[in-house]
T-cell receptor
Framework: QKEVEQNSGPLSVPEGAIASLNCTYS??????FFWYRQYSGKSPELIMS????GDKEDGRFTAQLNKASQYVSLLIRDSQPSDSATYLC???????????FGTGTSLTVIP | NAGVTQTPKFQVLKTGQSMTLQCAQD?????MYWYRQDPGMGLRLIYY???????DKGEVPNGYNVSRLNKREFSLRLESAAPSQTSVYFC????????????FGSGTRLTVV
């Protein structure tokens, strides 16, 4: 069983603060990790991918990966109300072609 | 720049009716997927096609069939709809720049009454 766990939230942060979203996974063979943002009633859209231990930054977003702890996180700096959405963590293992998704964390940024 | 196109966007079926959800991508991706999304359950894989001519079951295949018509198109068929199949269905394709994230279609909201 390949499990991807996320805190469902809701997570609320004030505008301008740092939002921290966390994800753990069970399969040590996991290879690539993805963060998707999903607005209510819309489809998921890819915002970050990471496959090496450490940090990867893209604008206000930073993905952090620690394979030893089987942990991946997403930091959103200077959070904006437009960041209010559900964030999905997805994991691809070294076998198979599909991704495994967490249930998502709902983020609300309060103006 | 269409990406992944799904039709229809909304559908209401009566129990026992059949229907086909259509999906097409114009990104020349090899792999295509069908997921369903239910509250509290996240995205669950129904079927996928790693390449043209191949299909494989995912986590929740019962009650569904798929056809990979060509490289662009991957359809999902419900032969005899049940209320438990009420869900939002997403088609996705995978390819492009490594590590090859998914690109999702806009979704089909299906209600079975």
């Amino acid at each position: 069983q390949k499990e991807v766990e996320q805190n469902s939230g809701p997570l609320s942060v004030p505008e301008g603060a740092i939002a921290s979203l966390n994800c753990t996974y069970s399969d040590r063979g996991s290879q690539s990790f993805f963060w998707y943002r999903q607005y209510s009633g819309k489809s998921p859209e890819l915002i970050m991918s990471i496959y090496s231990n450490g940090d990867k930054e893209d604008g206000r977003f930073t993905a952090q990966l620690n394979k030893a702890s089987q942990y991946v996180s997403l930091l959103i700096r200077d959070s904006q109300p437009s960041d209010s959405a559900t964030y999905l963590c997805a994991v691809k293992t070294d076998t198979g072609n599909q991704f495994y998704f967490g249930t998502g964390t709902s983020l609300t940024v309060i103006p | 720049n269409a990406g992944v196109t799904q039709t229809p966007k909304f559908q209401v079926l009566k129990t026992g009716q059949s229907m086909t959800l259509q999906c097409a991508q114009d990104m020349n991706h090899n792999s295509m997927y069908w997921y369903r999304q239910d509250p509290g359950m996240g995205l669950r894989l129904i079927y996928y096609s790693a390449s043209e001519g191949t299909t494989d079951k995912g986590e929740v295949p019962n009650g569904y069939n798929v056809s990979r018509l060509n490289k662009r198109e991957f359809s999902l068929r419900l032969e005899s709809a049940a209320p438990s199949q009420t869900s939002v269905y997403f088609c996705a394709s995978r390819g492009g720049v490594w590590p090859y994230g998914y690109t999702f279609g806009s979704g089909t909201r299906l209600t079975v009454v």
